[in-house]
């Protein structure tokens, strides 16, 4: 018995609904004077470039199983969203993610819930990033994370985490929540699986214990 594949793209523009070919469509232009638009996708497999209108000013995306996406231009005209390098969008105002490319880039403050959704192996966190919304990562799979600032994490945030093979670098400037370590010990196994840079000054392992630079012990592992 085969595995049934489903696929669905469907764009809602200013309350209307449109139905599109999911195993045909290649690009999605959104036409200027939409205002509001929820763009829901699911394994899309040639679709290559979404384009979105100075209009716009309310977006929402639910997007899964896309792996030629690889464009999400923005017009520069637009107040409220931008876009860096056609790879990603963010909310202007607040430096917010909310739809990532496997790219999140330096000047990101703030990741949202499932904005980081198709598949990649290392997550190299910008030095700007102060918060990660839950389940902003939703790819299942091993990956190996690199903190790079101040950061703080929702519960879930890293729900992408596959328990064997993951595996988390504090870079020189990475300092984190308590809740990331509540999070890190669902899917790091092993001490061998958490690597802190030589020159940060916040953490470090010693005989498989992880300490803050006060000494103090942070339990990852029994």
């Known amino acids: 018995m085969g595995i049934s594949i489903q696929y669905w793209a469907e764009i809602v523009c200013d309350g209307h609904s449109e139905r599109l070919n999911a195993k045909e469509v290649t690009s999605i232009v959104i036409k200027e004077g939409t205002k509001r638009c929820s763009i829901a996708l699911y394994t899309v497999p040639n679709l290559a470039s979404i384009e979105l209108p100075a209009s716009v000013e309310e977006l929402e995306f639910q997007i ?54 198709e598949p990649t192996f290392v997550i190299d966190l910008p030095s700007s990033l102060e918060y990660v919304e839950a389940r902003a990562f939703i ?35 990475a300092l984190v929540s308590p809740d990331f370590f509540k999070q890190a010990i669902d899917f790091l196994l092993t001490p061998k699986q958490l690597f802190i840079s030589a020159a940060n000054r916040n953490y470090r392992i010693k005989d498989g214990h992880l300490y803050t630079k006060d000494g103090e012990e942070i339990k990852l592992w029994d």
């Open 64 to 117: 899964d199983g896309c792996p030629k996406l690889k464009k999400i231009p923005v017009d520069p005209a637009n107040r409220v969203y931008e876009s860096k390098d056609d790879r990603c969008v963010l909310l202007k105002k607040s430096a917010t993610l909310i739809l990532g490319l496997n790219y999140i880039p330096e000047g990101v403050k703030r990741i949202a819930s499932r904005a980081c959704c």
């Open 139 to 173: 790819d299942q799979g091993p990956h190996r994370v690199i903190v790079n600032s101040r950061l703080q994490a929702e519960k879930t945030a890293f729900s992408c985490f596959s328990r064997f093979g993951s595996a988390v670098e504090l870079g020189e400037d």
